[in-house]
């Protein structure tokens, strides 16, 4: 009876199941474009049913990040779905190191002089691939310039993050310069952060050296790098520290679009959030900036982190504009 | 073209006058407090519908009204609205049906009792959720269960799950799509009485 099927709305089955791959596709993709949020809002105003089915399944699949809570750390989860979790990071990294054999020897991009800027705003994420073979991953409010010659290759970090997976060729060395000083390939991934004068590299497979940009610095001696090395430099203090490989993952977090947080204060937490969203949080009273959080929350997900903050720790919450406040 | 027409809700004291409600307004009024009463829906829907296998269609045909009709001013006791709401579209669907059968006609005149029933408490039902989820989670088959486990507690990307599971990243988005509705039943669906492990 088509008179009874018009007054119906659409299918409940078929609208769930577009919701369910919107609600993926914009909080599980790595990316999401303005044009996917045109499409997006395209859907959403079509009819009501569409937003009620997403409203539904977003309610629960943000409250599923609490589960969160459930990761075990450092050891090897033991429940029955995911048995022998161990090694993921050491499949990826195999993987990854395939990828950058098989590029290896093309390098046509670098045989002429050339230099291109690129750039993410604030909470994007960008994957530059270069004829060589190698990659490099922005990380949120970046900005760097690649430029190849007979200097060989040379990367110019002025701000921000980047993880480099480095086709190593010895006769064209990768060289990443950063302020003060630089960080040269010796085979290598390896993530480079620059914060205003403060530097970070983190070491995650392979050989690199770190040194000081200034020629005539003889005071300042370069520092090979390992695995598992992560160093913090301003422009007059240096410090090399080992991380475990699960630490190094969690600050790789970015990578998936994911922020990893083990027992981290509040205030770091917030200025975490700060670095990849324009909508920013403030702690307005001090006494809970030391509070701790265990958390994998996605980068852009401020309200995920603001239901924690609400339900876990029983902080208030306000509004104001498109800025939050956090209190006792 | 939805029949709004029998949309009234003498019970509750509405519509009153009022200006309109906001979007994010409406979406959290929503999802607090018509999404905890969902499980109760179903169960009255189902036990006064002719056609059970529609449930799922009318039961979202109530969130729309619902929704529409929280437009003018967010009703004070919600339970009472979604359940007048469910009533009265009811009895429009048998109002358009060719052929009334006469029991249903006569069941009808008992709708009004299950509006009284006891519903999930949603206040428990916060602070219940982590548990809720945890054992809808326990209920997932097996391979959207592990997408999920390693989505949302693991953290993982869709890239690095499809590597782990051997499998594509498009049939990754199906165990979590699947797993994404599933857990919406469960969590809301499932009558509250007897959740937890199984």
């Not at chain 2, 006064?48 to 619902?66: G, H, I, P, T």
């Amino acid at each position: 009876m088509s008179a009874d099927a018009a007054q119906r709305g659409p299918d409940a089955e078929a609208v769930r199941a577009q919701a369910a791959s919107w609600l993926l596709r914009r909080r599980d993709y790595d990316v999401w474009t303005e044009e996917d949020q045109r499409a997006f809002d395209i859907w959403l105003e079509a009819s009501l049913a569409h937003r009620i089915a997403y409203l539904r399944l977003e309610a629960v699949w943000q409250d599923a990040d609490r589960l969160t809570v459930l990761r075990p750390r450092s050891k090897g989860w033991v429940g029955p779905a995911v048995r022998g979790f161990g090694p993921v990071l050491a499949r990826l990294t195999a993987l990854l190191v395939i990828a950058v054999a098989i590029g290896a020897g093309a390098y046509f991009y670098f045989a002429q002089t050339a230099e291109r800027t690129y750039a993410t705003a604030i909470g994007e994420r960008k994957i530059v691939k270069l004829a060589d073979g190698s990659r490099i991953e922005l990380n949120t409010d970046t900005l760097l310039r690649i430029s190849s010659g007979a200097k060989g290759r040379r990367v110019s970090l002025v701000k921000g993050e980047a993880f480099f997976t480095i086709a190593h060729d010895a006769a064209v060395p990768f060289v990443v310069d950063a302020g003060h000083y630089r960080v040269v390939d010796l085979g290598t991934q390896f993530s480079v952060k620059r914060d205003g004068g403060k530097l970070n590299v983190d070491l995650v497979e392979g050989r690199a050296r770190f040194e000081s940009s200034e020629r005539g610095n003889a005071k300042q001696r370069s520092i090979i790098l390992v695995p598992g090395d992560t160093v913090v430099a301003t422009a007059d203090s240096l410090s090399l520290k080992r991380k475990s490989t699960d630490s190094m993952a969690d600050s790789l977090g970015w990578r998936r679009g994911m922020l990893v947080f083990h027992h981290t204060p509040l205030a770091e937490v917030v200025a975490e959030f700060n670095r990849y969203n324009t909508q920013k949080i403030a702690i307005a009273d001090p006494s809970i900036a030391d509070r701790t959080i265990t958390a994998t929350l996605p980068t852009n997900d401020i309200e995920a982190f603001v239901r924690i903050a609400k339900n876990f720790f029983g902080l208030h919450v306000t509004h104001h504009g498109n800025d939050v406040t956090i209190s006792q | 073209m939805v029949d709004r027409s029998g949309t009234d809700f003498d019970e509750t004291g509405w519509p009153q006058a009022g200006g309109g409600v906001s979007a994010s307004e409406i979406d959290a009024w929503f999802v607090r407090e018509v999404l905890p009463l969902e499980a109760t829906l179903i169960q009255f829907l189902r036990r006064n519908s002719r056609n059970r296998s529609d449930v799922a269609d009318l039961c979202q045909e109530v969130y729309m009204r619902a929704y529409e009709a929280a437009k003018e001013r967010l009703p004070e006791r919600t339970k009472p609205f979604v359940f007048a709401i469910a009533r009265n579209l009811l009895i429009d669907r048998v109002k358009h049906e060719q052929i009334v059968p006469i029991e249903t006609v006569a069941d009808l005149d008992t709708l009004n009792i299950a509006i009284d029933e006891p519903g999930p408490d949603r206040v428990v039902m916060a602070r219940d959720t982590l548990r809720r989820l945890q054992a809808a989670l326990e209920r997932l088959p097996q391979r959207s269960r592990e997408a999920v486990v390693m989505r949302k507690i693991e953290g993982l990307s869709r890239s690095e799950i499809a590597l782990r599971m051997g499998i594509t990243e498009h049939t990754v988005n199906r165990h979590l799509t699947d797993g994404m509705c599933l857990l919406a039943d469960l969590v809301y669906g499932e009558p509250t009485d007897t959740r937890g492990p199984t």
